[in-house]
């Protein structure tokens, strides 16, 4: 992915989005949350006089963070869902006054959605643990950790194993975490899955994205992982609200998978030519996934599949994302 640096004419909100997604700061649903705050403030700070000004305001923006933004499905959505209800103020021949309240608004319903969302999942998913069980997770995930903590919250007395989750290490940050919520907890080497793997009774994981055939787009390491579960009868269930269902993947767009840092393998590295490759990110199947644990419930990869025919599309979004993939354009997706 072309990465953009931060400028000074930036407006402030954007700019703080854009610095946490250089430094990788920002994880998945965050992102999204952090995305749709950029862009209320830009509509509601942009001293926009017409229409076609705020629209191109906000477009702007979208453009920067685009450049910016790793493989993840929720910032990728929230855009969707701003400029889709551009698209219809725009056929509602709404004025200048009345698109600036909308798109305030629209920010509005997806922060109280979000929040609600999370809660949900985190309820729903804490039924999955198994008292007096063993749960296996991988990397950081905040739902993952947020669904972990309320298992123990309930009064569920369960063991969680964890790896470090290389290159940087953020299985440490949940092993942290969930210890000092009182879960008792073992962290091993990612080298080490086919070991720990099956001794849970349980994979629960976050993610980046699912995608439009089921898979899963989550941290690398989470595929060997699901597939050691898979050989060894451990059912993988994948905590994600709705908004992590990547419309746009229906168009066959893809997500950018940042490479790992080759700094990350080799600080040192040796005087010949050593090339590091890899990265950040995987794709686990939709056939090794049990359940995606969402804020409607637990769906199949299939039923998520379908539930992104009634999310947000916007058709100047899918023309900018064609472009920001390098793939020519198709067919708006089909609704269901």
Known sequence: MTRTAVTGDMRPALREVVAGFEANALHAARAGREVMGALAAVAADTP???????????????????AAMPAYAPPLNVIHRMMARIESARREGLDVAGLRSALLAEAATYRAWSERAR??????????????????????????ARTLATAKERGKAYRLLVTESRPNNDGRITA?????????????????????VPRADVMI??????????????KVGTYPAALVAGAHGVPVYV???????????????????????????????PAGAV??????????????????VTERGIMSPAACSAAMGDMPFSQA????????????????????
């Open 176 to 196: 942290r975490r969930l210890a000092e919520a009182g879960v008792p907890v073992a962290i091993g080497i990612d080298a080490g899955m086919g070991e720990l």
């Open 239 to 269: 905590v994600a609200d709705t908004m992590k269902f990547n419309v746009s993947s229906r168009l066959g767009i893809d997500l950018w998978l940042d490479a790992i840092a080759a700094d990350d393998v080799l600080p040192d590295p």
């Open 205 to 218: 994981v976050g993610a980046e994205a699912i995608m439009a055939d089921g898979s899963a787009v989550c």
């Open 275 to 292: 090339a590091v490759i890899g990265r950040l990110f995987d794709r686990t199947p939709a056939h090794l996934i049990a359940g995606v």
């Open 48 to 66: 926009a006089e017409t229409v076609d000004a705020l629209v191109a305001a906000v477009e702007g923006a979208v453009d920067v963070l685009l």
């Open 119 to 144: 809660e949900k999942i985190a309820e729903i998913g804490a039924a999955i643990v198994p008292e007096g069980g063993t749960v296996f997770t991988f990397t950081l995930s905040e739902t993952a």
């Open 317 to 336: 979004l899918a023309r900018r994302l064609h472009a920001w993939a390098g793939q020519s354009p198709h067919p708006e997706p089909k609704r269901e």
